[in-house]
C-alpha cells in the first residue's frame, strides 16, 4: 500500500504540468468627454475603457473664483451671476443633484449627452471665473443588489434600467 501510493504522489509529481492562475479582475474606469467651447460646456459624455458594463452616475460641481491680490481664491458668486446649467437630455435623469445613466455601458461604449449646454453669465466688469467640474463615478452593472445597496436612491428593473428608488 505504501509503495503504490509513493509510486503514484511520484508519478503525478513527473506527470502533471504546472497550472497557471490567469484571473484577471474586472474594472470599471470612465472617461468623460466634454466641449468647452465659446464660454459654454456641453455635449457632455462619458465612455467606459473598463472591461466590464457599468452603469454610470454624475454630478457637477460648480463653484467660483478670483485673482485677489494676485492669488487666485474661491469666493462666493458675483452678484448677478447666472448659470443656467440646461435640460436633462437622452435617457439620463436626474435624483437631487445627481444625474443617472439608467442603463448598463458596455465595454467601449458611451453614454447619450446628459445636459444640454450649460451657460455663464457674468455682470460688466467682474473679473471672477465660473469652474463647473463634472464628476462621475460607475459601478459594475452585476450584480444588481451591489447597485442597489451603493447607490440608495436608485433601484435596478427588471429589464436591467435604473429606475428612481
Avoid at 490567469?22 to 474594472?27: G, K, L, R
Wanted: charged letters at 15%.
Amino acid at each position: 500500500l505504501i509503495a503504490a501510493v509513493g509510486g503514484t504522489v511520484a508519478y503525478l509529481q513527473t506527470n502533471s504540468a504546472s497550472v497557471t492562475n490567469t484571473f484577471t479582475p474586472a474594472e470599471g474606469k470612465i472617461i468623460p468627454d466634454e466641449d468647452t467651447t465659446a464660454n459654454r460646456k456641453s455635449k457632455i459624455t462619458f465612455w467606459n475603457d473598463g472591461t466590464v458594463p457599468v452603469y454610470i452616475r454624475a454630478t457637477l460641481v460648480i463653484y467660483w473664483t478670483d485673482t485677489i491680490n494676485g492669488t487666485e481664491q474661491t469666493i462666493a458668486p458675483p452678484a448677478a451671476n447666472l448659470v443656467n446649467i440646461g435640460a436633462v437630455q437622452g435617457k439620463w435623469f436626474q435624483v437631487g443633484d445627481i444625474y443617472y445613466y439608467p442603463e448598463p455601458v458596455a465595454p467601449g461604449a458611451s453614454t447619450d449627452v446628459m445636459l444640454n449646454p450649460i451657460t455663464v453669465a457674468l455682470p460688466d466688469g467682474s473679473t471672477a471665473q465660473c469652474h463647473i467640474d463634472v464628476r462621475a463615478e460607475a459601478i459594475q452593472a452585476e450584480p444588481k443588489s451591489v447597485v442597489e445597496t451603493a447607490w440608495l436612491d436608485v433601484n435596478v428593473g427588471s429589464d436591467g434600467m435604473l429606475v428612481k428608488g
